[in-house]
């Protein structure tokens, strides 16, 4: 069945940087635009970036522009999440998702610490 998994997260000192994967399986990635969001305990998941199926179109939420970078290798199945200048705040549950569908990975931690 169709199937995201996260991986890459970790604890991280501030102003440092992460890269994220999300490896899709059970269906046809490159049919299907996708997106990274983030969640903290007791907040709203946030959507941070969004990729187009051919990775033509992105977009970002305000708060990770310039920092953050979403990208894509349809022959891997796998979509990335490249974290820069990495904040404190960014300390979060990072999920993929597929847009068209219910389908999500089981998150993984990124923690930015001193």
């Known amino acids: 069945q169709a199937q995201l998994v996260e991986s890459g997260g970790g604890l991280v000192q501030p102003g440092g940087s992460l890269r994220l994967s999300c490896a899709a399986s059970g269906f046809t990635l490159s049919n299907y635009a996708m997106s990274w969001y983030r969640q903290a305990p007791g907040k709203e998941r946030e959507l941070v970036a969004t990729i187009s199926s051919a990775g033509r179109n992105i977009n970002y939420a305000r708060s990770v522009m310039g920092r953050f970078t979403i990208s894509r290798d349809n022959a891997k199945n796998t979509v990335y999440l490249q974290m820069n200048s990495l904040k404190p705040e960014d300390t979060d549950v990072y999920y993929c998702?597929?847009?068209?569908?219910?389908?999500w990975g089981q998150g993984t931690q990124v923690t930015v610490s001193s």
């Open positions: 998702k597929r847009v068209a569908g219910d389908l």
